[in-house]
């Protein structure tokens, strides 16, 4: 919860936690008073908390109507963070030695004697004219708050493969209510789509990606890829996590969110680039980022466009433009986990994140516009019937 006074020169924000922030005009500082009470979970470190409260400010500052040039940098804090997570998770593999299933896992990938999936970019890949959806299971946003409790990431993860979607998308993130045991699970669970087409969907550890550790994790947990955002390593860092990656037989999904990152992606020889529409600085969303900087990919490359897809209509916009896939996470959680009346927990919302699925995948056109927008596909009974699920 966010408190906002006013006085006469400037509004005081107070978070539940403790923090206080000024707001002067377009200009606002943090400042952080004391430990707040200690939560349960991953997501219970102080660092987890100082990026909730940034996060929170900029909620805050969203309700005010500030100007977000001016808010506190959310990526530094997170990065911050994972710093802590990183040092621990690497003391704990030290600790343990041989024992420990990283620690063997290390060892073989610089012996280079793990093979090379080429999973996630041949699920993702596709030719002009149409798109694949990577769909993300993602609890809480940044910008939104809480989205949904997702109690049962299988039955979610079952929906997207059900509904199309090429690959899946897990956010490992405490701030994000994520955990690495979602992604095993998920992959775990998606194994009884083998030897079916498709087989079961790939899936992406979507996390904030520093250290070789967090790869070597990702792959013990079964990912076929991981998120590299370059914003976050520069230049070096992605060469060097770029190598990790393969060594550990995965690929990764370079994600740019301007011209200077997309220049930085190419040169490290990354295959596959996500434009990322929201800036993870300020988390402000502008879609047309994507269409700006596809016309800067280099042919062979599999581009991805991510976040702030709402309809089949930015699908298919995406599509015309050129991009292979779209990351889609809160509009499709919001479908699937949303609707109030559902006769059982899942049956009646589940209908329509299906149809979203169909629709964004689905071959239509640009030119109709609202007519074939997501809101009639995969809502009410009909939508069943229409869309009917042709397993071989
Ligand atoms: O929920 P959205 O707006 O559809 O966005 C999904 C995905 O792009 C977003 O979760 C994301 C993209 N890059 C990230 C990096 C870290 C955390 C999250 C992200």
Redesign the pocket.
Known sequence: MVSMRKNSTAFCVYSSIGHKTWIRGTSWCSQRRGESPARNGPAASGAARATRVALRSIQAAAQAQIDYGSVPDVLKE?LRRKEEEVARLKAEVAQAGAQHPLQRRLEAAADGKLPQSRQFSKAIRKPKGSISVIA?I?RR????GL?AEIPDVRQLSDLYYKGGAAAI?V?T?A??DGTIEDLGTVVKHQQKFRGKFPGPCPVLR???IIDEIQVAEAAEHGAAAV?L?VAALGETGLRKLLDAVHLHGLEALV?IHDEEELEIAKAAGAEII?T???D?RTFQ?DLERCFQLIERYPPQVVAVA????KDAMDAWRLRDAGYSSI???????RAAMGSKFASNAYQSSFNEAYGMLKAFTSKGSTKFGPLSSTRIFGKGEGAKESLGYLEM
């Open positions: 997170i993300e993602k946003s940044p910008s939104a989205i998308s956010l993130d701030a994000f979507k996390d904030f998120l955002i994600e996500g990322n529409a929201r993870l969303v991510e976040s702030g897809i990351l889609v996470g809160e509009t499709l959680i």
